[in-house]
């Protein structure tokens, strides 16, 4: 019965609603379907950029820089006694033993360096002095020497009486030329200096923050030379060691030179936040002012041509303890100062 009232009361419905529902019934799933589609697009180039967000944070987790693990310290345990081995005094070479030369009024000290090519001008002859295990002063004479292409007044060949022949070098840590160009020249460094491969930017402000050392590989020598040495005009500031108003000015970027001639290795040239160009080549601390923009042009050059790595530093332990750091966060150097935000001086 209830059938028969359905079927009666549907036969009387209007064939225009009726035409008009079937097509409403057949267009509906499509947009339903076009709409659940473009979702799922939607949400699929979401899923791509979060996921290649995330590999790329993996790929280098501290910023933009690749990390670099290296160990910390020389790998000795830190309980080991380091005992120190000293030569009796009758059983060191006469280099070490006589250790400071008085000359022409000017102090010089021993590099301990042997000098292996041909001797400059005789220039004098003078007296060596170094104290024995008793502290007892002792004395040799010897035969002063220009070194070839230095001036005499930063390092000299000194030659023993008692050694004919064999030639040693003595620098005066205490020469301070007025400008850079004088520095240069006095030394001949433009021969003399040689650029190692390695360059440190300490205090690298990642893009979280956080401080960074930065190790740059890959340096043209001939353009670094032509970026720190080319402002030969700069004077020297004699106060910058000494006076409180430069404490705060921090290095930018540390290079590693070598100067074998006066036997030094591993020696510091670096360029600093307020436009200083520093060393201790002569065993002593210089700067020269080169200025901002000049410091600026150091450092795009080395960021923009050099390969860079984040250096995090391990403890060096043994393989079944995970390095400290790790886990949480490694130790980066953030107890360092800040320098510089992104690659700009200040």
């Known amino acids: 019965?209830?059938?028969?009232?359905?079927?009666?009361?549907?036969?009387?419905?209007?064939?225009?609603?009726?035409?008009?529902?079937?097509?409403?019934?057949?267009?509906?799933?499509?947009?339903?379907?076009?709409?659940?589609?473009?979702?799922?697009?939607?949400?699929?180039?979401?899923?791509?950029?979060?996921?290649?967000?995330?590999?790329?944070?993996?790929?280098?987790?501290?910023?933009?820089?690749?990390i670099k693990y290296t160990a910390a310290g020389g790998g000795t345990n830190s309980s080991e006694e380091m005992v120190a081995i000293v030569t009796p005094w009758e059983e060191r070479p006469l280099e070490q033993q006589y250790t400071e030369l008085e000359w022409?009024?000017?102090l010089y000290s021993t590099a301990?360096?042997?000098?292996?090519?041909?001797?400059?001008?005789?220039?004098?002859?003078?007296?060596?002095?170094g104290r024995d295990d008793e502290n007892v002063l002792q004395s040799a004479e010897c035969s002063i020497y220009q070194m070839k292409g230095i001036v005499p007044e930063a390092a000299v060949l000194v030659e023993f009486a008692k050694e004919p022949g064999q030639f040693y070098v003595y620098e005066n840590s205490s020469y301070y030329p007025d400008t850079l160009g004088e520095f240069l020249t006095a030394l001949n460094l433009k021969e003399n200096l040689h650029f190692n491969d390695t360059i440190y930017w300490e205090n690298y402000t990642r893009p979280d923050g956080k401080l960074a050392t930065i190790e740059f590989t890959g340096a043209d020598p001939e353009?670094?030379?032509?970026?720190?040495?080319?402002e030969t005009e700069a004077?020297?500031?004699?106060?910058?060691?000494?006076?409180?108003?430069?404490?705060?000015?921090?290095?930018?970027?540390?290079f590693s030179?070598?100067?074998?001639?006066?036997?030094?290795?591993?020696?510091?040239?670096?360029?600093?936040e307020n436009g200083y160009l520093t060393t201790n080549i002569l065993s002593t601390g210089k700067a020269f002012y080169i200025g901002k923009d000049r410091v600026q042009a150091v450092l795009d050059y080395v960021t923009e041509n050099c390969q860079g790595y984040e250096l995090v530093y391990e403890n060096p332990v043994s393989q079944e303890?995970?390095?400290?750091?790790?886990?949480?966060?490694?130790?980066?150097g953030e107890d360092t100062a800040s320098v510089v935000a992104s690659h700009t001086v200040e």
Not at 114 to 129: F, H, I, R, S
Not at 260 to 271: D, E, F
């Open 1 to 66: 019965m209830k059938e028969e009232r359905i079927f009666l009361a549907l036969s009387d419905v209007d064939e225009e609603l009726v035409t008009e529902c079937e097509t409403a019934m057949k267009t509906r799933p499509l947009q339903k379907k076009r709409r659940w589609a473009l979702t799922g697009i939607a949400a699929c180039l979401l899923l791509t950029i979060i996921v290649g967000t995330t590999l790329s944070w993996l790929l280098s987790p501290k910023g933009e820089y690749p």
């Open 223 to 230: 353009t670094l030379w032509e970026l720190l040495f080319s």
């Open 235 to 254: 004077g020297i500031e004699k106060e910058y060691y000494f006076d409180p108003a430069f404490i705060e000015d921090r290095p930018v970027l540390g």
């Open 321 to 332: 303890t995970p390095p400290t750091g790790q886990g949480d966060e490694p130790v980066t």
């Open 112 to 129: 301990q360096t042997a000098y292996n090519g041909d001797p400059g001008d005789l220039v004098g002859k003078g007296t060596v002095v």
């Open 257 to 272: 030179v070598d100067v074998p001639v006066l036997g030094s290795y591993n020696i510091s040239v670096a360029v600093t």
């Open 104 to 106: 022409d009024s000017l």
